[in-house]
Nanobody
Framework: QVQLVESGGGLVQAGGSLRLSCAASGRTFSSYALGWFRQAPGKEREFVAA?????????YYTDSVKGRATISRDNAKNTVYLQMNSLKPEDTAVYYC??????????????????WGQGTLVTVSS
């Protein structure tokens, strides 16, 4: 029902900023919680941020990015964003856009989500 395509990744110097975009398509887009996972080389995929489908757009973040990352969604454009500031080399990873009917599936770290994007690589140099 929902298809996700990420963009905006690239090479960024430590301390810099980057905004990832995820274009979503599907009739039920507004009913899905959206989020971001990431997978660093040699590590397991982990939860980064999520935003609920409701009008309030409640947001959730993993501790390692709190204060540096902001997730938002523009339903008119069917797009979800992840703004990341003060980037660190530890942020280097492939970032995946995700969608699921249940946001708890994301915030709990579950990897069995309904829809995954193809991923976009973020490399932070020092």
């Amino acid at each position: 029902q929902v298809q996700l395509v990420e963009s905006g990744g690239g090479l960024v110097q430590a301390g810099g900023s980057l905004r990832l975009s995820c274009a979503a398509s599907g009739r039920t887009f507004s009913s899905y919680a959206l989020g971001w996972f990431r997978q660093a080389p040699g590590k397991e995929r982990e939860f980064v941020a999520a935003i609920s489908w409701g009008s309030n757009g409640n947001t959730y973040y993993t501790d390692s990015v709190k204060g540096r990352a902001t997730i938002s969604r523009d339903n008119a454009k069917n797009t979800v964003y992840l703004q990341m500031n003060s980037l660190k080399p530890e942020d280097t990873a492939v970032y995946y856009c995700v969608a699921d009917r249940y946001i708890v599936s994301m915030t709990s770290g579950n990897r069995y989500l309904e829809v995954w994007g193809q991923g976009t690589l973020v490399t932070v140099s020092s």
